[in-house]
């Protein structure tokens, strides 16, 4: 097989942190309806997270989310949302991998997280306090950290003392798939045995109002999330996770300028360059999922249609979880595996610009419905 192997993953999502509270909340749902038939949720009331007015009352959000239950005190003084939620997704992943880190193994483990542009909250916050603190504006410098883009990466890195490549990709949309193809060819280049692999973000007022003010959040609510996936090659030692859930045989991405019929050519060219290079046929393609967030909407489904010839089931992740901006294709790899699905399945994505990408990828025989 080519690609990489998933050895271990997490997701913390609106459904709650880790694995089981994503398999929970989808094992009741039809597989159908997980994308297409059933109401698109609200959410669960997100008015009392902030000071801040909020545009709706409702959104995806991980109200309960304490980092320091998760992770002690230690260390995690300075962590804002976004890294507090990637270091203890990562954590979880590593765990359920059941990954060796030694001194021997550590220089071989890297780091690959998505993004759009970090924490919004933070790098405004830290904004707003030059221009509101007494001069010579006293900003307290411990705030600075969390305003560049790489924080979490390098968090996690330091937490699990990884010494490998350590990169953040800011690909809005995309970014989660831009990082799948970073890992992917780190490994497959020998820079790396091991990539820790996934995309984050945070619900807050700046990216709720974000949302609400771009039409992001017409059909479904606002929300966060991460997904972090362990990532090595099909032929790795066992130190690097002994299981093999899934693989991703090949990763593609495009452009079409102005979005609209352009984007829908470049989408459907990705998804039949990737079938390619995965060596697989469209007929065997039998689950799709997609950023789209109702049944009429085929901004993705459409391209993928037209590039396979048939009609295969789809999921909407969104309709489930919120719009999670850069961590969507990631939370769908997650719910993906959480529903245990076997064979091929296509992951896509679709951003406003006009960026395209699309994920081949395969359910293996000891995945299954991945809760344990």
Not at 361 to 367: E, I, N, P, R, S
Request: glycine residues 14%; neutral net charge; contains cysteine.
């Amino acid at each position: 097989m080519t690609g990489v192997v998933v050895t271990g993953w997490s997701a913390l999502t609106s459904a709650g942190i880790g694995v089981d509270a994503l398999a929970a909340a989808v094992a009741g749902v039809e597989r159908a309806g997980v994308g297409a038939r059933a109401p698109a949720s609200q959410g669960v009331g997100v008015g009392h997270l902030y000071p801040e007015p909020l545009p709706s009352p409702t959104g995806h959000a991980l109200v309960d989310f304490n980092v320091r239950e998760q992770l002690g005190r230690k260390g995690t003084s300075t962590y804002d949302r976004v890294t507090g939620l990637a270091v203890v997704c990562c954590q979880d992943a590593l765990r359920r991998a059941g990954m060796t880190i030694d001194d021997s193994t550590r220089t071989r483990v890297g780091v690959a997280l998505g993004t759009s542009l970090g924490s919004f909250k933070s790098t405004s916050d830290y904004s707003r306090e030059t221009l509101v603190q007494d001069r010579p504006y006293l900003v307290n410098p411990m705030l600075f950290p969390n305003t560049v883009m790489n924080c979490a990466a390098g968090q996690v890195a330091i937490r699990f003392r990884l010494r490998g490549p350590n990169a953040t990709v800011a690909g809005g949309t995309l970014a989660f798939l831009n990082a799948v193809r970073y890992a992917s060819n780190i490994i497959e280049r020998g820079y790396a045995d091991v990539m820790l692999c996934g995309a984050v973000e945070e619900y807050t007022p700046h990216r709720a109002w974000a949302a609400h003010l771009t039409g992001a959040t017409r059909t479904v609510a606002a929300g966060e999330g991460a997904g972090v996936f362990v990532l090595a090659g099909p032929q790795a030692a066992d130190w690097a996770g002994a299981r093999r859930i899934a693989g991703v045989l090949a990763v593609t991405t495009g452009y079409g300028p102005g979005g609209g019929s352009q984007a829908d050519a470049a989408l459907a060219g990705c998804v039949r360059r990737a079938l390619g290079r995965a060596g697989v046929d469209p007929s065997e393609v039998g689950t799709v999922l997609t950023g789209d967030t109702d049944e009429d909407d085929r901004r993705e489904y459409g391209p993928v249609v037209q590039a396979l010839g048939h009609e295969p089931r789809r999921i909407m992740a969104k309709r489930l979880l919120g719009e999670c901006d850069a961590a969507s294709g990631a939370v769908s790899l997650a719910v993906l595996l959480a529903l245990g699905e076997r064979g091929i399945s296509l992951l896509t994505s679709r951003g406003p610009d006009g960026a395209v990408g699309a994920a081949v990828v395969k359910g293996l025989a000891d995945g299954g419905a991945d809760r344990g």
